[in-house]
Structure formats: C-alpha cells, structure tokens
C-alpha cells in the first residue's frame, strides 16, 4: 500500500509550528498517544548525523561553518574528547551503538558481507548485506520493555535487504524512515518514505523535483513525535543522513557568497540545515515543557569523507574535517574512528563540561539503560560500559579495551586501551603501536620499544573477537 502526502520546505522549515506535518503523516500514525502514563523518567534523544568530522564543529574548534545550535547543546553539558563511532563505516557502526556491541561480536561488521546475508541491488550492482538477526535485541527493544515509548526517524541501516530486519522488529514502536532494500526511499529528496512498514509517497519530489529535502523531513517528525509524548517517558532516535554525499541542498544559505569552491559551500550548508534542525529540536523540548526532563546525545557514526574521491578529500581538507588525526572513514586510524559526543541533561550533567575518558558507540545501550532506570537488565552479550558515572559525577572510568575491526579493503584490526592504540593493518600480522597521549596523529610506531604491550594486544586482537558466518 501506498499513501500519497505533500508538503513544502517552507512548512517543513517552520519545524515548531503547531500541526506543521498533519499532511505529512497518516493520522494516527503516534501509536502510543493513548497509553497510561507511568512514573516520571527522563526522555533520551539520541541525534547521529552522518559522515560528519568531529572538527566539523564550532565546540571542537571549526571556524569556516557555523554551528550555534550544537555549540550550545555542547555548552549546555558535556562534551566527550575521546569519542569513537563502532566502526569506520555506516552500517557496523549503527549496529554497534543499537546493540551494544563492538565489531568482535556484532552481528553487522562491514557495510557488505562477504558470504551469506542476502543480496540485493545497490544501483546496478548486486552486493551482499547483512541485517540484524531475527529476535536481536537493540536498546529501543530494552527501553520499551522498561516501559519507554521508542520510535526512529531517519536512517536505520541496519535492514541490508531483509524485510524483517526493520526497526518496527528491533524495539522501535515507530518508524518514519528510509531503508537500505527501497532505493525510491533515499537521497536527499526521496520520492517514497516510510511510516512503520508502510510506504508513502512524497509527491513534491517526483518527476526530478527537489521540494521536499531528507534533513527537514527528520526534524520535521521528530518534533511532531516530542509534541504527542506527553504521557510517557520515551526515546527517540534521530538520525539524519548529512552530511554524508553527494553534497546536495536545497539552497548554499549563507555561504552563497563566500569565495570557496561549490563542492565546500554545499557541504557547510548542508551542515548549516543540520544545525538548525538540532535547534528546532531543542525549541520544540522547551516549548512542550519537557528539556528538562530529557536527556540529549548527539553524536555522529564515524570519521569524515563519504567517499575517497579528490573532491571531498578537498572539502574534508579545507574544514580541517579531522583535525590532525591521521585517515578517513574506512580507516581504523584515529580520523576514521573519532567522532563528537555531546550529552547534555539540565540540572544533572555540569553545563560546560569536557570529558577526555575514551567512549564509543557501544557504551550507548547501557549508559541509556542505567538512565532511564532499567541497569537490571542482563547485559551478558553486551561489550559497552555504562557512562554514567563519567557523565554525572564526572569521575574517571577503568581502562578498558575498545575493539574494531573491518573489511575495506579486506580484514584489519585495531584497539585502544588507556593511551595506547594499536594497529594491525591490512595482509600483516605486524602490529603497529601509537602513544595517543603524545602522538595523537598515531605518526610515530613504537612497537619495537614496547613489546610487553604490543604483546598485549596481540593477545587481545585473537581472544577478544569471535568469528563470524558472514564475515571471518
């Protein structure tokens, strides 16, 4: 079934006017608009953007692209300065911060398998992907056992190209989104959409139109959501595609007239529509009464550069995307790994805070669970930590080690604990070791003057994986 909706930008950039998507979703479409309320608990908004440098930002210190509403989140609670996304690629690495577990044990470990999975059409290519497992428990599926509304708006990513590996049967009670098995569902100005299973129309954007763009539909429902989640506590995830490629928006804003090249005036715009779109969130909490009352993350899924093509190795250059971290998405270097974390909960995390203790996407499902008051849960097969004490106490958290590995071009590892990093990189069994503290562009290998520790880590790279039917 198909359902035909319309709506310009204009109304979608108007994202805190009262009834502004009624058009837009089928009535009816907040599920839980009519459940009992339960006792007071803390929402969770968890925002990941795409592709996006953690030097992309005015709070970790970009000065070309102006980012007031994430600076403010940012001022407003902590800001982590050693985030890591799961893994250097979109679709491990969203599998990492929904399940809790890192690339050793994650049921998704690259953005393509390399046998099994199911396989489907990327263009005119086939390719294999791998989807959750059927019954695979994410953090949405933990909350709303705990009694949480759940719902996503945006990028799941986490489908590959099985119709059963949907967010509607992983947890979430709602879905407004595009997936990876209907191509007509994504680019920046879709021509279908999807609400729980089934699929819409966009109207605006046939026939080669460009009226309607993805970053103003996500903000658009997730403020429509906040207004009708009054009556229970929920969670909702937010995951917009920008900035990922091709660097496509609807106008270059305020950047129309600087003298850069089209490619950097398009991708600060389209961070600029991201902006905004936090601060209509952000508006839309306060004007329903309900910023204090929730917790906010943003975050984004790994380093930047979408694509190794000299025209965004250009744009990541000039925005100093990656600081002076060494490599890009893909990468099992810091650039590739690094990301922004924000948390920010009035009255609870200090405004203007910095954390340097090193986090990543895994620690997402049980810090979220020990804030909404869930920690019961058996986490067994979980290999993230629980953040709280850092984010509300501000206390040092255990050295521990963070694990990733991936496919491109074939099979690599890497692992952090405390300063040190190592790196086992492609067709080697050599293991490249990096101070973080003193050489945090990892330009300097000093294995051979630390084998204890090289040896540690060679340890861990065989015994803190298991192997994969999908992957290796």
Not at 255 to 269: D, F, I, R, S, V
């Amino acid at each position: 079934m198909k359902t035909d909706f319309s709506i310009g930008r204009r109304a979608l950039l108007g994202a805190t006017a009262a009834g502004m998507v009624t058009s837009f979703l089928r009535k009816g479409a907040y599920a839980h608009e009519d459940r009992i309320p339960t006792l007071a608990r803390p929402n969770i908004i968890y925002i990941i953007a795409d592709d996006l440098g953690v030097h992309d930002l005015g709070c970790y210190g970009q000065t070309k692209i102006h980012t007031p509403n994430i600076d403010a989140l940012a001022a407003s609670g902590m800001r982590f300065d050693a985030a890591y996304g799961g893994a250097p690629v979109c679709s491990p690495s969203r599998c990492a911060l929904m399940t809790g577990k890192d690339m050793g044990h994650a049921t998704i470990r690259d953005n393509f398998a390399l046998q099994g999975g199911r396989v489907g059409w990327r263009g005119h290519e086939q390719v294999r992907r791998m989807g959750l497992r059927p019954h695979e428990k994410t953090v949405a599926s933990y909350l709303r056992q705990g009694g949480y509304a759940t719902a996503l708006v945006g990028k799941w990513h986490l489908d590959g190209y099985d119709r059963e590996a949907v967010p509607t049967d992983h947890g979430f009670d709602e879905f407004h989104g595009w997936l990876t098995q209907t191509e007509a569902t994504q680019g920046y100005f879709p021509t279908r959409w999807y609400d729980g299973t089934t699929l819409h129309a966009i109207a605006d954007n046939e026939n080669g139109h460009q009226a309607v763009y993805e970053t103003d539909i996500c903000t658009a429902q997730a403020c429509e959501y906040i207004r009708h989640s009054r009556d229970r506590p929920f969670f909702l995830t937010v995951a917009y595609n920008a900035p990922h490629s091709p660097h496509v928006t609807p106008t270059q804003a305020r950047y129309a007239g600087m003298p850069w090249g089209e490619y950097e005036k398009n991708y600060a715009a389209m961070i600029g529509f991201l902006d905004d779109g936090v601060g209509n969130i952000l508006e839309t909490l306060t004007a329903t009464g309900l910023r204090d009352d929730t917790i906010i993350f943003f975050s984004s899924d790994h380093g930047p550069r979408s694509e190794p093509t000299a025209e965004q190795t250009e744009v990541a250059e000039f925005f100093n995307s990656h600081g002076n971290l060494r490599g890009y998405k893909r990468d099992l270097y810091e650039g590739g790994l690094r990301v922004p974390l924000l948390v920010s909960w009035p009255g609870h995390i200090p405004a203007g805070s910095a954390s340097s203790v090193p986090a990543y996407h895994p620690d997402f499902l049980p810090t979220a669970l020990t804030l909404s008051g869930n920690a019961g849960h058996s986490l067994h097969d979980v290999n993230g930590i629980d953040l709280t004490p850092a984010l509300l106490h501000q206390n040092p958290m255990p050295e521990r080690f963070l694990y990733w590995e991936t496919y491109e071009p074939s099979f690599w590892q890497a692992a952090r604990k405390g300063r040190w990093k190592a790196v086992r990189p492609v067709k080697t069994s050599d293991i490249a070791l990096y101070d973080l503290e003193t050489d945090p562009s990892e330009s300097q290998d000093i294995a051979q003057h630390h084998p204890d520790i090289v040896s540690g880590f060679q340890q861990y790279f065989m015994a803190g994986r298991v192997s994969s039917p999908e992957y290796i």
